[in-house]
């Protein structure tokens, strides 16, 4: 037989007819109709012998109630959770919170709203079971559904509302009422911490040191990262005969990349890195929709639980700082297997064979720290960056760092300069000075400085007091499973 589909109803029947409200329990009146009895034993008796015909407002009324739900159900609304229902699995209701929600298992009196591991319901907008507020990163130029490009937009609070309530206006009030700002992270890489959006600028440590000669004159040039002291000490020597001298003037540059190519590769602190997208979870974006199959959506749930099981011990990153259930911030914190029974069994199984220390180690700081018998200390990442890893090497902790600088120049008192090394270089005498002595004279040869600072050069230098590229702090947190 074929399935055709049923008009819509215009309305629901005796809608502005006469009709009674048909009450749950039976009324003192006299053949009169309630659901839990329906009519009454008295109607069905003739008239003759005492009954009482049914009256027709209680057939109105009966009517009107059952095309009122036909009339509700055919414009798509779901009907709100009740604490008085027993719901079967993959019953459908609308949560208080305007969401829709899925039973995973037959239930009473289980608020939808107030189950947070999903022992009882599902929300039935899942999607990618990411929680909002969560960023991802994608090789694509196309967004997720239901994810936002991080490039510091303002978009609508009602329009993203659970984004909102996620991360409110920590990247910027937009126009401070209907608006608020995304992440920025264009150009940017992220620094882990417990405290999100602060935008971080780049930044070097700075470079100092100095250098000296002696000469006839104080050091009277310098430019870029150079500069220049007068002379402070003074040496004598005695000439006793007519003496042709030439004094030579030169210079020396510095050039930090004839050291190592990696300075001048870059206008900023640049470390190895590959251009993704990234995106933040803007809303929950439904995987299926219309008539459920309870068959199909138990093994649905039975997969999706599957799948989040498997996320435990992932590392992931919050734009905001009230975390979703199941997750803990990666500062150290003490993970008790007793609060923490999913995570114990994929621990016992072996899934971070080789991430586990008996003590603390300062050069293994990604890896877990086993807290007895009882449980693990999680990684403390804030302040650090992640790095790809092989699994031999995954944990491992690595020092602030730049390639040195290093190089050697020098000349002798009455000639050109005449060597140089590494980052330096010379450029031969241009000019020459002639003294004559005639007669026995007292000269004095100064002592002169060079000082030599990159933050001359560029005000990226001692900006930092370590290598700080440019970053936003993020909050990373580690997911554990449903807790007890």
């Known amino acids: 037989?074929?399935?055709?589909?049923?008009?819509?109803?215009?309305?629901?029947?005796?809608?502005?007819?006469?009709?009674?409200?048909?009450?749950?329990?039976?009324?003192?009146?006299?053949?009169?109709?309630s659901y839990q009895q329906g009519f009454p034993q008295v109607c069905a008796q003739p008239l003759a012998s005492g009954g009482i015909p049914p009256n027709y407002q209680d057939f109105q009324g009966i009517l009107y109630d059952l095309s009122n739900s036909i009339f509700y159900m055919q414009t798509g609304a779901l009907w709100p959770w009740s604490s008085t229902?027993?719901?079967?699995?993959?019953?459908?209701?609308?949560?208080?919170?305007?969401?829709?929600?899925?039973a995973v298992q037959e239930n009473t009196g289980q608020d939808p709203t107030q189950d947070p591991t999903n022992v009882y319901w599902l929300r039935a907008d899942a999607g990618d079971g990411m929680p909002v507020g969560t960023i991802v990163w994608s090789a694509a130029t196309q967004a997720p559904n239901g994810y936002l490009l991080c490039n510091g937009a303002t978009v609508g609070r009602s329009t993203y509302a659970a984004l909102f309530d996620a991360i409110g206006t920590t990247y910027g009030a937009g126009d401070g009422s209907t608006t608020f700002g995304l992440p920025n992270l264009i150009g940017r890489?992220?620094?882990?911490?417990?405290?999100?959006?602060?935008?971080?600028?780049?930044?070097?440590?700075?470079?100092?040191?100095?250098?000296g000669w002696a000469s006839w004159h104080a050091f009277n040039f310098a430019n870029g990262a150079f500069s220049g002291t007068p002379a402070t000490?003074?040496?004598?020597?005695?000439?006793?005969?007519?003496?042709?001298?030439?004094?030579?003037?030169?210079?020396?540059?510095?050039?930090?990349?004839?050291?190592?190519?990696?300075?001048?590769?870059?206008?900023?602190?640049?470390?190895?890195?590959?251009?993704?997208?990234?995106?933040?979870?803007?809303?929950?974006?439904?995987?299926?929709?219309?008539?459920?199959d309870l068959t199909s959506l138990a093994n649905d749930i039975a997969a999706l639980d599957a799948e989040r099981l498997k996320q435990i011990g992932q590392i992931q990153t919050f734009a905001a700082t009230a975390l979703p259930e199941g997750w803990m911030i990666c500062d150290g914190s003490s993970v008790l297997f007793s609060d923490w029974p999913e995570f114990q069994q994929v621990y016992n199984e072996g899934r971070f064979a080789g991430m586990t220390l008996s003590s603390v180690d300062p050069a293994q700081?990604?890896?877990?720290?086993?807290?007895g018998a009882v449980g693990v200390y999680l990684p403390d990442l804030e302040g650090l960056f992640m790095q790809a890893s092989s699994t031999g090497t995954a944990g491992q902790y690595l020092a602030a760092g730049l390639p040195n600088i290093t190089g050697y120049f020098g000349w002798s008192s009455w000639h050109a300069f005449n060597f140089a090394n590494g980052a330096f270089s010379g450029t031969p005498a241009t000019n020459e000075l002639s003294i004559a002595y005639t007669e026995t004279t007292q000269e004095q040869l100064a002592y002169?400085?060079?000082?030599?600072?990159a933050a001359k050069s560029n005000s990226i230098y001692?900006?930092?007091?370590?290598?700080?590229?440019?970053?936003?702090?993020?909050?990373?947190a580690m997911y554990l499973g449903k807790s007890t």
Do not use: C
């Open 1 to 33: 037989m074929a399935v055709t589909i049923p008009p819509f109803l215009p309305s629901p029947f005796a809608d502005e007819g006469q009709r009674a409200t048909i009450p749950a329990t039976p009324s003192s009146e006299q053949g009169r109709a």
């Open 85 to 102: 229902l027993t719901y079967p699995l993959g019953a459908h209701v609308l949560g208080s919170d305007n969401n829709e929600y899925v």
């Open 189 to 211: 890489v992220m620094w882990g911490g417990t405290s999100p959006g602060a935008y971080l600028a780049a930044g070097l440590p700075n470079i100092t040191g100095y250098f």
């Open 233 to 292: 000490n003074e040496l004598s020597i005695a000439y006793t005969e007519t003496t042709q001298e030439q004094l030579a003037y030169s210079s020396a540059q510095f050039n930090a990349a004839n050291s190592n190519s990696i300075y001048g590769a870059s206008s900023t602190v640049q470390p190895p890195a590959l251009t993704l997208v990234p995106y933040i979870k803007a809303f929950s974006a439904a995987t299926n929709q219309g008539m459920i």
């Open 365 to 371: 700081v990604g890896k877990l720290v086993l807290n």
């Open 448 to 453: 002169s400085s060079a000082q030599f600072s």
């Open 462 to 476: 001692g900006a930092s007091s370590t290598v700080q590229p440019p970053a936003v702090k993020y909050v990373m």
